[in-house]
């Protein structure tokens, strides 16, 4: 049998098609593409950006998920309470540092004396990436979860009155789901509601997402006149006039802006 030489086994090795990646390479690209994302991503646009079958895709997927590493939001997907709190990857889609920020949370919570929420938009919620509780604070649902859905929470509407794409996303689904006798459940009475928060630049939500909570929240800009977050405050339901808060939310909020432009 005749032996081969040296340059011949080199010829052999060079034709040999390159590695595939593995399962592990795969699942980092998605996380990749997940944590470069500021929307929901679908398994098609995964697909388009990692070159990954559709099939392999939705496996991985499967996995992260069951591992908190991602979560899927509807069709679409995003990073996982897991990797957000490994990578800190919500509080970076915060536009502006903490320190120009906080100030003005402070400022709100030393006048108002209640809980003062910032939020982001977080596939079909609102995710705070910013607390502080007041005295005389009610439990909400959202503690411990720092989330809260965007249809039933006044921090929640305010980005969806200002942010026509997210808007058009939630209200793709024509009923909401009811938290409290209050809630608003239909497409036609939250555009109305919506309509006004447009219209004056103040989000109200009464005893919609908790019984015996209400929230005022307004829209905070960044570069680009682009809705980035809202600024909210909550106390308990009738303890004090919303309209009245309400001023002073959106004093704050505008305030913020401001500075967010001058960065």
């Keep these: 049998m005749p032996t081969q030489t040296a340059s011949q086994l080199q010829m052999v090795t060079d034709d040999r098609p390159a590695s595939q990646p593995g399962s592990l390479e795969r699942g980092i690209d998605i996380l990749l593409a997940l944590g470069a994302a500021t929307r929901p991503v679908t398994l098609s646009q995964l697909c388009r950006s990692t070159g990954l079958p559709k099939s392999t895709a939705h496996r991985i997927l499967g996995v992260l998920c069951s591992r908190e590493l991602a979560r899927r939001v509807g069709n679409a997907y995003l990073p996982g309470e897991l990797l957000e709190s490994m990578t800190g990857v ?33 596939g079909l919620e609102a995710r705070y990436v910013e607390r502080l509780y007041g005295h005389n604070r009610v439990g909400s649902r959202s503690d411990g979860m720092d989330r809260a859905p965007l249809h039933c929470t006044a921090t929640g509407k305010a980005l969806l009155a200002f942010d026509p794409r997210l808007r058009q996303e939630l209200l793709a689904r024509g009923t909401f789901e009811r938290m409290t006798r209050r809630t608003i459940t239909t497409l036609a009475g939250l555009e109305r509601e919506l309509a006004q928060v447009r219209r004056y630049g103040v989000a109200y939500s009464q005893e919609e997402y908790n019984d015996g909570v209400a929230c005022v929240a307004a829209p905070v800009f960044g570069p680009g006149g682009r809705i980035c977050m809202s600024l909210g405050v909550a106390a308990p339901a009738h303890a004090v006039p919303l309209a009245k808060l309400g001023i002073s939310v959106r004093g704050a909020a505008q305030a913020i802006s401001a500075t967010l432009l001058s960065v």
């Design 90 to 122: 919500t509080r970076a889609r915060v536009p502006g540092t903490r320190r120009v920020v906080l100030p003005y949370l402070l400022y709100l919570h030393e006048t108002t004396r209640q809980t003062v929420n910032l939020a982001v938009p977080s």
